[in-house]
């Protein structure tokens, strides 16, 4: 009976912080800005940043692996590896496209660089995973066992 309780807890964890940090980066990349509105496309498009920027594009790429880090631990729980995977892109990538496309709305300046960031941060957190899975399926695999994820 103890088991399910702390299986239900740890659930409800991951459920929770993948939640939490979802809201978290969020707030951060929506709130309001006080860049004064420019048409979007000249000014998501233009290729000249500022140092500023460019520190901002490696927070846009870690918050958005841990993003997808959360979310995956989180999936993996209730789904196949393939589900999980799939349902993790989806969720980060929409996130990553959306909060670009949405700064404009928040008179934020949005710029490519933040979305290849993002972008970014979520194909090298996957290529990390799919190593791990990789490495598991192979140890099972040694030692005989049977992977149902999968």
């Given at each position: 009976?103890?088991?399910?309780?702390?299986?239900?807890?740890?659930?409800l964890?991951?459920?929770?912080?993948?939640?939490?940090?979802?809201?978290?980066?969020?707030?951060?990349?929506?709130?309001?800005?006080n860049?004064?509105?420019?048409?979007?496309?000249?000014?998501?498009?233009?290729?000249?940043?500022?140092?500023?920027?460019?520190?901002?594009?490696?927070?846009?790429?870690?918050?958005?692996?841990?993003?997808?880090?959360?979310?995956?631990?989180?999936?993996i729980?209730?789904?196949?590896?393939?589900?999980?995977?799939?349902?993790t892109?989806?969720?980060?990538?929409?996130?990553?496209?959306?909060?670009?496309?949405?700064q404009?709305?928040v008179a934020r300046?949005?710029?490519?660089l933040?979305?290849?960031?993002?972008?970014?941060g979520?194909l090298?957190?996957?290529?990390?995973?799919?190593?791990?899975?990789s490495?598991?399926?192979?140890?099972?695999?040694?030692r005989?066992g049977?992977?149902?994820?999968?």
């Amino acid at each position: 009976m103890m088991r399910v309780w702390i299986r239900r807890g740890g659930l409800l964890l991951s459920w929770a912080v993948a939640v939490g940090w979802t809201a978290f980066v969020l707030y951060l990349l929506m709130r309001q800005g006080n860049t004064p509105s420019v048409p979007f496309w000249g000014s998501f498009f233009r290729m000249d940043f500022s140092p500023e920027e460019l520190r901002e594009a490696v927070a846009h790429f870690i918050m958005f692996g841990i993003l997808t880090l959360l979310w995956w631990s989180t999936l993996i729980q209730h789904y196949s590896v393939r589900e999980a995977l799939l349902a993790t892109v989806v969720i980060a990538v929409l996130l990553g496209m959306g909060t670009e496309l949405g700064q404009y709305f928040v008179a934020r300046s949005s710029v490519i660089l933040d979305l290849v960031a993002n972008l970014a941060g979520i194909l090298v957190t996957m290529l990390f995973l799919g190593l791990v899975v990789s490495r598991q399926r192979e140890l099972l695999t040694a030692r005989g066992g049977s992977n149902s994820a999968g």
